[in-house]
Antibody, heavy 123, light 107 residues
Framework: EVQLVQSGGGLVKPGGSLRLSCAAS????????MTWVRQAPGKGLEWVSS????????YYADSVKGRFTISRDNAKNSLYLQMNSLRVEDTAVYYC????????????????WGQGTLVTVSS | SYELTQPPSVSVSPGQTARITCSGD??????AYWYQQKSGQAPVLVIY???KRPSGIPERFSGSSSGTMATLTISGAQVEDEADYYC???????????FGGGTKLTV
């Protein structure tokens, strides 16, 4: 059974940092790209960042570029999101999700999602 | 920047057909995907590659795409289908993903 278990959310002051983790099991983690998606309270889903299976390709939404860093440790079956210079508008539930590649068009969609973790940025 | 546009809300009576649209300039060359999100839960994929249904998703869910518009159709909508629905796709470069603004379906 595919499982994505998240940890690391919490309350942080503006300008602070936080690191989210996503522990994967039930599939060959090193074979899949992974993605972070967030959802501000009462708002829609927002793609945040994606990383390829061996970290060759990394992409960020403009809203987080330069402040957030996605990474992975395939030996530990884990995905991470390091969030620096946090802003009030970064307050959201953050989800990790597994990518499925659509061959041969090289598109990706999300099939399994973590349970979500709340990040609150407030003074 | 590229956007996917959905109506904020759609309302139908039980048993009626609900149609939720998603428009985007890149959709003629990119697949559309649809996610269902019930309150307090993680999203669930209901349609992929425009019109394919994952295992476990009821047959009443179907998808189509023509030109710059993709459509999620729920034939014979049921009360348990009440949720927020999001379309999802990629931009022309293929490097950035995005979601539509979401449609609240009331049954």
């Amino acid at each position: 059974e595919v499982q994505l278990v998240q940890s690391g959310g919490g309350l942080v002051k503006p300008g602070g940092s936080l690191r989210l983790s996503c522990a994967a099991s039930g599939f060959t983690f090193s074979s899949y790209s992974m993605t972070w998606v967030r959802q501000a309270p009462g708002k829609g889903l927002e793609w945040v960042s994606s990383i390829s299976s061996i970290s060759t390709y990394i992409y960020y939404a403009d809203s987080v570029k330069g402040r957030f860093t996605i990474s992975r440790d395939n030996a530990k079956n884990s995905l991470y999101l390091q969030m620096n210079s946090l802003r009030v508008e970064d307050t959201a539930v953050y989800y990790c999700a597994r990518d499925v590649e659509v061959v041969p068009v090289a598109e990706y969609y999300l099939d399994y999602w973590g349970q979500g973790t709340l990040v609150t940025v407030s003074s | 920047s590229y956007e996917l546009t959905q109506p904020p809300s759609v309302s139908v009576s039980p048993g009626q057909t609900a149609r939720i649209t998603c428009s985007g300039d890149a959709l003629p060359k990119k697949y559309a995907y649809w996610y269902q999100q019930k309150s307090g839960q993680a999203p669930v994929l209901v349609i992929y590659e425009d019109n394919k249904r994952p295992s476990g998703i009821p047959e009443r869910f179907s998808g189509s795409s023509s030109g710059t518009m993709a459509t999620l159709t729920i034939s014979g909508a049921q009360v348990e289908d009440e949720a927020d629905y999001y379309c999802y796709s990629t931009d022309r470069s293929g490097n950035h993903r995005l979601f539509g603004g979401g449609t609240k379906l009331t049954v």
